[in-house]
Each structure stands twice: as C-alpha cells, then as structure tokens.
C-alpha cells in the first residue's frame, strides 16, 4: 500500500472510519486495542474476518474511529469499511469479499414510533365491548 486508505462503513446508528496503510498487522479501535475494545471473541474474529478472507492478516494497520450505536453495529460498520479499504489498493480480493457478504451494506434500522401505538407497531389489545 502506497498511501492511507481512508473508507467509511455504517451499520444502524453506528459510522466507523476506517483507515488502512501498511505495517505490522495491528488493529486500533478508538485508541483503544480492538480486542479491549470487543472483549467478546465472536466480535473479534468478525473485525478480523475481511483482513484473513483478503489475506493480509499482519501485512496492514487498521485504525478505526467509530461512533453511535452498539458493539454489534459498531463491528460490523467495521467490517464493511475494512472491506471497502482493502478494494482501493487491491482490486483483486474484490470477488472474495462480495461472496462473504461483507461489501453489502446492510440498510436495516430500528423503525420509529408511531402515534397511537405502544411501539412501532404494537398496537393496544381489542375490546370488543
């Protein structure tokens, strides 16, 4: 990698900037280590999932800056802009990523209250009489 690679991913409320260049393999959350950061193994291998399926596992730095939302939305909003840092540099792990599943931004939200209703779409029970 010549240059940083600066991307961004969002999943629900959560934003990560993503930065990528090349180095020793460590992988910055919020200046924090990502494994203090997640604590929870799954999380960790899901951050780490787009550096080993475009093999780069210890070739690159990721720092991270991520914002909104919870751990989970967090992770996977840094999944996606790993992902889409890894493309700019190197167009041929394309194919290996999109068949993961980790170039799709997933889109889904948390639907709005409506008024009238106890939640977004729970509705109070019916009484006929």
Same mark, same amino acid.
């Given at each position: 990698?010549?240059?940083?690679?600066?991307?961004?991913?969002?999943?629900?409320?959560?934003?990560?900037?993503?930065?990528?260049?090349?180095?020793?393999?460590?992988?910055?959350?919020?200046?924090?280590?990502?494994?203090?950061?997640?604590?929870?193994?799954?999380?960790?291998?899901?951050?780490?999932?787009?550096?080993?399926?475009?093999?780069?596992?210890?070739?690159?730095?990721?720092?991270?800056?991520?914002?909104?939302?919870?751990?989970?939305?967090?992770?996977?909003?840094?999944?996606?802009?790993?992902?889409?840092?890894?493309?700019?540099?190197?167009?041929?792990?394309?194919?290996?990523?999109? !068949?993961?599943?980790?170039?799709?931004?997933?889109?889904? !939200?948390?639907?709005?209250?409506?008024?009238?209703?106890?939640?977004?779409?729970?509705?109070?029970?019916?009484?006929?009489?």
């Amino acid at each position: 990698m010549e240059k940083n690679n600066i991307t961004v991913g969002r999943r629900k409320a959560a934003v990560a900037r993503v930065i990528v260049k090349s180095g020793s393999g460590s992988i910055i959350v919020n200046g924090k280590d990502y494994k203090n950061y997640f604590p929870q193994a799954f999380i960790q291998t899901k951050v780490e999932a787009p550096l080993a399926t475009a093999d780069c596992t210890g070739k690159v730095d990721v720092t991270v800056n991520v914002f909104g939302g919870g751990v989970k939305g967090q992770a996977e909003a840094i999944v996606l802009g790993i992902a889409r840092a890894l493309i700019i540099d190197n167009p041929e792990v394309r194919p290996a990523l999109k !068949k993961a599943k980790m170039l799709r931004r997933d889109a889904r !939200k948390v639907e709005r209250k409506k008024t009238g209703l106890r939640k977004a779409r729970k509705q109070e029970q019916f009484s006929k009489r």
